[in-house]
């Protein structure tokens, strides 16, 4: 089927109907016809993720509802629980939590659990979304295939609802394992309507989001601008959500996350804070469809700006070609990360008073290490800013194989380019474009940390304690290779990598996981800067680490076929 439809839209500009009378005589007409192929599409997006989507919501299940049963290990008794509360009332604990509101009532083991969790754990069920909307969409017509389908008894909206269909679907069956998991549960303070609530916000979120990727996959013509798009719109969500916990509560209202937080799961038990959360990714959802008919198969509605007439002597060298692509992808995580930065460091003046009482923070925190809580706190948090760093890197490194898998490396390697020069030209962009948004998160931390303690010193210790997670990047970036030079179709699992080390780096130290799972990532070896001495050995080693990865990758990326179109 798809190598006729591929020779009946031979000659054919993208987006319109092939030429020739059988397919005229097939094409859909009507709304009914603009939906034609969807169940099939439906089974064929299944098929391809019966692994991913699974492991995802897997994933997320075990460790929302494990989270729920440690925190009954960790605080047993109402005492405990009081004297986390009245600690989590400072401005920089109610920007890292939740709402205020939480901490007013009886603070059970179900209000800990939506006050400390929904906030976190709601990213990533939104992550979802938005990785799985744009797989099934965009980088459809990114690599060809969706055109080819197009030219077939495929409607025009077929593709965005079987992606849709598939990826709400998937935020639906997440929150009802967690309703039943948690109503089943038996824990104090976790009853059943407020599971079906906890369960259903995070189903909300994930529908948002995905509608919020059905927008911006309509917007531009390449995968990761929609995905970059789209959780530029996630990490706005959550600052507005942080921002508004810490004020008034107006801006939290602005933001997705708030409204999932504001249903009070376990405390009153609110419904309708939903509503608008259903609106919303309904309105999204029906934005994208009004969207998608206004451009061509293959092309978004923004433009890219026509090029020079000739090209610079810099875009004809591998390098310099594999810093203009990667060039938007560096500047927008160097933003956002310089800007998470300040905000964790204005929160630095607070942290005496924040954690002083919180038993469980003073444990971590004693085990961390440091001469005083802003040290120990800083190295912490640092660890958040390197995971993000480190989605970076994933995605840049990725960029190859997408490169590949659209058919773009083939005509470049039929030059006298050879295979390595290429995959390196990407991976070194990469490995400098991780280390600068390290030291960009580093900056933005010391300089607002610095205005907010009094300790000019701060600069320079925090840009150094973030550079000091650039080795554990670069191993993550020589996973990518390996998995791309030998199981190219598994290089999405590259993306465990961030995902476990911020569980057991950032959740690890407050949940108390044991030392092994944080030996298991490369980023639980980095010294724990400013609070523990710099070690060079462990540097050295992961630094050493990253170099074998690359060279293997290397090595297999020039031994198996290329993937042609």
């Keep these: 089927m798809a190598a006729q439809a591929g020779q009946a839209t031979a000659g054919a500009p993208a987006g319109t109907a092939p030429a020739g009378p059988s397919a005229e005589g097939t094409r859909p007409h009507g709304p009914r016809g603009s939906l034609a192929g969807t169940g099939v599409l439906i089974r064929f997006a299944l098929r391809r993720d019966r692994v991913r989507i699974p492991a995802w919501i897997a994933a997320l299940a075990l460790v929302g509802l494990s989270t729920v049963g440690k925190l009954e290990g960790l605080y047993p008794d109402a005492a405990d629980r009081a004297s986390v509360a009245k600690t989590m009332g400072s401005p920089a604990a109610l920007a890292m939590t939740g ?244 905000m964790y460091g204005s929160l ?19 085990k961390t290490g440091g001469s005083s809580f802003v040290e120990s706190f800083a190295s912490i948090v640092m660890i958040v800013n390197a995971v993000i760093a480190a989605v970076y890197v994933v995605m840049a490194a990725l960029r190859s194989r997408s490169e590949e898998s659209a058919g773009r490396a083939e005509p470049l390697l039929a030059t006298g380019l050879s295979r390595t020069r290429w995959v390196w030209s990407h991976l070194s962009v990469t490995l400098a474009g991780g280390t600068f948004t390290l030291l960009l998160a580093g900056l933005g931390f010391g300089i607002a940390g610095a205005a907010s303690t009094g300790d000019g010193g701060l600069v320079l210790s925090l840009a150094g304690a973030a550079l000091a997670y650039a080795p554990a990047l670069w191993v993550t970036a020589g996973v990518v290779a390996v998995l791309f030079g030998w199981l190219p179709r598994f290089t999405a699992a590259a993306w465990a990598v961030p995902a476990y080390a911020f569980l057991v780096g950032y959740l690890g130290q407050i949940l108390q996981f044991p030392d092994w799972m944080n030996d298991l990532s490369p980023f639980g070896h980095v010294p724990q800067l400013p609070a523990k001495d710099l070690d060079w050995m462990p540097l050295a080693v992961l630094t050493a680490v990253a170099a074998v990865l690359i060279a293997v990758g290397l090595a297999g990326f020039r031994r198996r076929d290329l993937e042609t179109k």
């Design 348 to 366: 630095l003046g607070d942290v005496d008073d924040m954690l002083k009482d919180v038993h469980v923070m003073d444990e971590a925190l004693a």
């Design 99 to 342: 709402p205020r509101h939480y901490l007013e009532g009886g603070y059970n083991l179900g209000a800990m659990l939506s006050h400390q969790v929904i906030g976190f754990y709601g990213v990533l069920a939104a992550l979802m979304s938005v990785l799985t909307v744009v797989r099934h969409t965009r980088a459809e017509e990114e690599s060809g295939r969706a055109e080819l389908l197009r030219s077939t008894v495929v409607g025009r909206h077929a593709a965005l609802t079987a992606a849709l269909t598939v990826t709400v679907g998937a935020s639906l069956l997440l929150g009802g394992l967690l309703a039943l998991g948690l109503g089943s549960s038996g824990i104090e303070g976790v009853n059943w309507e407020g599971s079906l609530l906890y369960g259903a916000a995070f189903a909300g979120l994930g529908a948002v989001f995905a509608g919020v990727a059905a927008i911006t996959v309509q917007i531009t013509g390449h995968t990761r601008g929609a995905s970059g798009m789209a959780l530029g719109v996630l990490g706005l969500a959550y600052v507005l959500r942080a921002a508004g916990d810490v004020g008034d509560g107006t801006l939290s209202w602005l933001s997705p996350i708030g409204w999932a937080q504001r249903s009070y799961p376990f405390v009153d038990d609110l419904w309708w804070p939903l509503l608008p959360m259903a609106a919303t990714a309904l309105v999204a959802c029906g934005a994208g469809y009004v969207l998608s008919v206004r451009r061509d198969v293959g092309e978004g509605l923004r433009n890219p700006r026509p090029g020079r007439r000739t090209a610079s002597a810099a875009l004809t060298r591998p390098f310099g070609f594999a810093l203009r692509l990667h060039r938007g992808t560096v500047a927008g995580f160097g933003t956002a990360l310089f800007l998470l930065g300040t």
